[in-house]
């Protein structure tokens, strides 16, 4: 099977994750693409391929004859999709981008001024959605490369390797892909997640990650006696956000820059839910973020007194380049293989996060590789035929 073959099946299956179950995995869904990838990993050849219980898939191929002594290196790929944008009956197709406006068969139009990255690809062939789904190449597009490089492999026995572990994971959109990672069983020395964007990025530094839940406690009464008595849990809730630095938000940072990021927010006056999360590249930095929200809540006691406001801060990951920078040879390897197939290596820190992040912290260095999709988690979220 081809590789965009693979791909397109790969998106027809629903693996959307859930921020709101507490099942393992957290869709039963993405079990059936597991399944399938199982059985597909057996048909190809490689060995002891299985789905667990909780949805993770294990698959490898056996090192070469005077390879068996090498280090076995991991390949791994996330096969659930983001809960961010509608992930059901995806309905791709590949069109010849010859530049300008490029409008979608469901009405979207993707324009260059505002989606930079098409201008790279004007004369090639792109997947794209219909704009009404995402297209789930975050990570579809990195299960599709690495059970195409297996099959090759297989294929090609001439070329010589040690062991490869193959390890597919469920909810890492979730921020739960490793909870359950068989680190012990999948037996590599170190790894790499194929979970990137654009070709030719490798990454090995990220966001550190913590997630807030701010619960405001209000005390209601009809508002025409309400003068003196009321604190509307949802008014002072508001007053908690505009504390917080106005343009220290996604939409005006980038790089290295961190933010706090608004996720959701309900209420009424007696009770309101702000959920945030906070991301900062230096831990430092990201210490001082959690701190604020913890000094605005208790300005805000202070001011409306004991218990008004709760502050929830749980921390989610950590920047891997801690757990990375003693195995260096793995990014250097890394670009030494993207310069031979005529790629330009670009190092660029992660603005998010990945299940290698987590893997890293559990004793598997586990840098990242490009899939090369692009604007991903959205209905514009697109893959160029030649990046695949």
Known sequence: MNIVDRFLKYVSYDTQSSEESDTIPTTDKQKVLGAELAREMTEIGLHGAHMDEYGYVYGFLPATAGKEGVPTLGLIAHMDTAPDAPGANVKPSIVRYEGGDLKLAGGPVMRPAEFESLSKYVGQDLIVTDGTTLLGADDKAGVAEIMTAMEYLIAHPDIPHGRIAVGITPDEEVGSGADHFDVEGFGASAAYTVDGGELGELEYENFNAAAAKITVHGFNIHPGSAKDKMRNAALMAMEFNAMLPPAETPSHTDGYEGFYHLTGMKGDETRAVLTYIIRDHDRAKFEHRKARMEAIAAYLNGKYGPGTV???????????????????????????????????????????????????????????????????????????????
């Open 310 to 388: 709760e502050a929830e801060l749980r921390d989610s990951y950590y920047n891997m380049r801690e757990k990375i920078e003693p195995h260096m040879y793995l990014i250097h390897r890394a670009r030494a293989a993207f310069e031979k197939a005529g790629v330009q290596a670009v190092e660029v820190p992660i603005r998010g996060g990945t299940d290698g992040v987590r893997l890293s912290y559990m004793g598997l260095p586990c840098p990242n590789l490009s899939t090369g999709g692009v604007n991903f988690h959205g209905v514009m979220e697109y893959i160029p035929v030649r990046s695949l």
